[in-house]
């Protein structure tokens, strides 16, 4: 599966971004898909993860509430709907699929795409 996110910019703290991961190679429905993150200076992050028929969702804690991931395998793309967004939310956004289960464990991700950068003004 290659994984392409885009999306992500420059917004203003309390604003919004969407980001977008197309998928292609694979069948796009037999996989869970993620969004995890990382900051400067600090290590990879668990964001969202969505099953891959999209009715289980999870999301980390600092983003429950503003955070939405949705998925339109029609499309073959994820999306993350970020809402409130803080300066602490600042990071490189990636996307990454997993074959089959519903875990977003990042050492069993099978897939990464490259990431998207977001940065959050104060």
């Known amino acids: 599966v290659q994984l392409q996110a885009s999306g992500g910019g420059l917004v203003q703290a309390g604003g919004s971004l969407r980001l977008s991961c197309a998928a292609s190679?694979?069948?796009?429905?037999?996989?869970?898909m993620g969004w995890f993150r990382q900051a400067p200076g600090k290590e990879r992050e668990f964001v969202a993860g969505?099953?891959?028929?999209?009715?289980?969702?999870l999301y980390a804690d600092p983003v429950k509430g503003r955070f939405t991931i949705s998925r339109d395998n029609a499309k073959n793309t994820v999306y993350l709907q970020m809402n409130s967004l803080k300066p602490e939310d600042t990071a490189v956004y990636y996307c990454?699929?997993?074959?089959?289960?519903?875990?977003?464990?990042?050492?069993?991700?099978?897939?990464w795409g490259k990431g998207t950068q977001v940065t959050v003004s104060s």
């Open positions: 969505i099953s891959w028929g999209g009715g289980t969702t």
């Open positions: 990454a699929a997993v074959f089959g289960r519903s875990s977003w464990d990042q050492d069993g991700m099978d897939y």
């Open positions: 190679g694979r069948t796009f429905s037999n996989y869970a």
